[in-house]
């Protein structure tokens, strides 16, 4: 059985920087394609990250260069360090999981997903 938990998430003032965390159980997740999506309230969801077997990654543009996404393999852990927080990055923020078999980005299908965790920020 796959789980994705998520967690990090918080409530911090605009310019400062939070670091989500996804413990993954049930999956290998270097073997993988692993992302994290974030929803608002009234909008849409949005892929925010996404990290292929081989370490290539794919970022949404109004998160490049401020967000990493990453993972320890050792710990079956995925992470996504936000840094230089924005009023408009507040969101449940989720993380995901599913095969490489149909390529590794934000636009694709994912069949796993955590139960989230929020992030607020203050401006």
């Known amino acids: 059985q796959v789980q994705l938990v998520e967690s990090g998430g918080g409530s911090v003032q605009a310019g400062r920087s939070l670091r989500l965390a996804c413990a993954a159980s049930?999956?290998?997740?270097?073997?993988?394609?692993m992302g994290w999506f974030r929803q608002a309230p009234g909008k849409e969801r949005e892929g925010v990250a996404t990290?292929?077997?081989?370490?290539?990654?794919d970022y949404a543009p109004s998160v490049k260069g401020r967000f990493t996404i990453s993972r320890d393999n050792a710990k079956n852990t995925l992470y996504l360090q936000l840094n230089d927080l924005k009023p408009e990055d507040a969101a449940m923020y989720y993380c995901?999981?599913?095969?490489?078999?149909?390529?590794?980005?934000?636009?694709?299908?994912?069949?796993?997903w955590g139960q989230g965790t929020q992030v607020t920020v203050s401006s």
């Open positions: 995901t999981a599913d095969s490489t078999r149909w390529g590794c980005n934000r636009s694709r299908v994912f069949g796993y």
């Open positions: 049930g999956v290998t997740i270097s073997s993988y394609c």
């Open positions: 990290i292929d077997t081989y370490g290539f990654t």
